[in-house]
């Protein structure tokens, strides 16, 4: 390579670090933050923007400078999200018997346990009723909540993220927002409003 060639990469190399630090990075917090309210799980919401950021870098080329870098993040992390989400949906879960069953031979293990252990789980974590009326939102609605009312996104920012026409983010939104208010219902009375 000339020392032409290798100034033209250097530059090309220097400007893509550029827009990375000053374009993708300020996004970082928010795009945990999506991934975690999508995945609900740290590790998994942590892989995810390690992935959407990896991508990004990669094809940073594709980014058009001067539009809402954002977005072009957000939509990497939710394209990321639904080929992992099909993925899994594919493979049987994964269970080592031998374990589990060493567990409840062992003279350790009380008796009075439930099978059911997601319970006692989850048990510590209600109380944050917001959250888990998202949360119990079919995936396509809690996103657009997620992307219009707590990332503060446009409808056509929005519908580039999510790939659908205006008119679907606008319904689903509706939608969102009415099972959001169903779920919400009592809690609300609770809290004194009507």
Same mark, same amino acid.
């Given at each position: ?97 031998? #374990?589990?069953?060493?567990?409840? +031979? /062992?003279? *350790? %293990? =009380? ?5 059911? !252990? ?10 944050? #009723?917001?959250?888990?009326?998202? +949360? /119990?939102? *079919? %995936? =396509? ?5 997620? !992307? ?20 679907? %983010? ?25």
């Amino acid at each position: 390579m000339s020392n032409e060639g290798k100034d033209i990469h250097k530059s090309t190399k220097n400007e893509k670090n550029r827009i990375f630090e000053e374009e993708f990075l300020p996004h970082i917090n928010a795009m945990y933050n999506f991934g975690y309210r999508l995945t609900f799980d740290e590790d998994d919401a942590k892989d995810l923007v390690q992935d959407t950021y990896l991508k990004a870098y990669r094809f940073t080329d594709s980014f058009q400078k001067g539009t809402n870098a954002k977005a072009w993040l957000f939509r990497i992390l939710k394209n990321s999200f639904i080929n992992d989400f099909r993925k899994k949906s594919k493979q049987p879960g994964k269970v080592d018997y031998q #374990e589990v069953e060493s567990y409840y +031979n /062992s003279d *350790d %293990v =009380d008796k009075s346990i439930t099978t059911d !252990l997601r319970v006692e789980t989850v048990q510590d974590m209600i109380g944050d #009723e917001i959250s888990n009326a998202l +949360n /119990s939102l *079919d %995936v =396509d609605f809690r996103t657009v909540i997620i !992307l219009c009312d707590l990332e503060g996104f446009k409808y056509d920012e929005m519908a580039k993220i999510l790939d659908i026409p205006i008119g679907t %983010v606008r319904s689903r939104l509706h939608r969102a927002r009415n099972l959001l208010k169903k779920n919400l219902r009592d809690y609300a009375k609770k809290m004194g409003y009507k």
